[in-house]
Nanobody, 120 residues
Framework: QVQLVESGGGLVQAGGSLILSCAAS????????MCWFRQSPGKEREFVAT??????STYYAASVRFTISRDNAKNTVYLQMNSLKPEVTAVYYC???????????????WGQGTQVTVSS
């Protein structure tokens, strides 16, 4: 069982930056691939970025210019978000599964989400 808690969201002006964190419980965090998804009102949850358990392999949605990373010693995965634009406003969720996937239906564990709002 893995429990995930996101933090770091908030209100930021366009052009600003945020770093989202996702802290995981459990001793097996380092064996899980991690992923960030986002969901805007009225839209489906969409893939943002994923990272394998080693941290060596990452994959991003084509429209994303963020950076995903992880620190297995801290049981935490991060999403560095720079040059933010209003269109990335959404609730951001982290998720975990044994092997990485871009499909939300594949993920076993989810956090509660953190709101990111970018004002113009």
């Amino acid at each position: 069982q893995v429990q995930l808690v996101e933090s770091g969201g908030g209100l930021v002006q366009a052009g600003g930056s945020l770093i989202l964190s996702c802290a995981a419980s459990g001793r097996t965090f380092s064996t899980y691939a991690m992923c960030w998804f986002r969901q805007s009102p009225g839209k489906e949850r969409e893939f943002v970025a994923t990272i394998d358990w080693t941290g060596d392999s990452t994959y991003y949605a084509a429209s994303v210019r963020f950076t995903i990373s992880r620190d297995n010693a801290k049981n935490t995965v991060y999403l560095q978000m720079n040059s933010l634009k209003p269109e990335v406003t959404a609730v951001y969720y982290c998720a975990a599964r044994k092997t990485y996937s871009i499909w939300s239906r594949d993920y076993d564990y989810w956090g509660q989400g953190t709101q990111v709002t970018v004002s113009s």
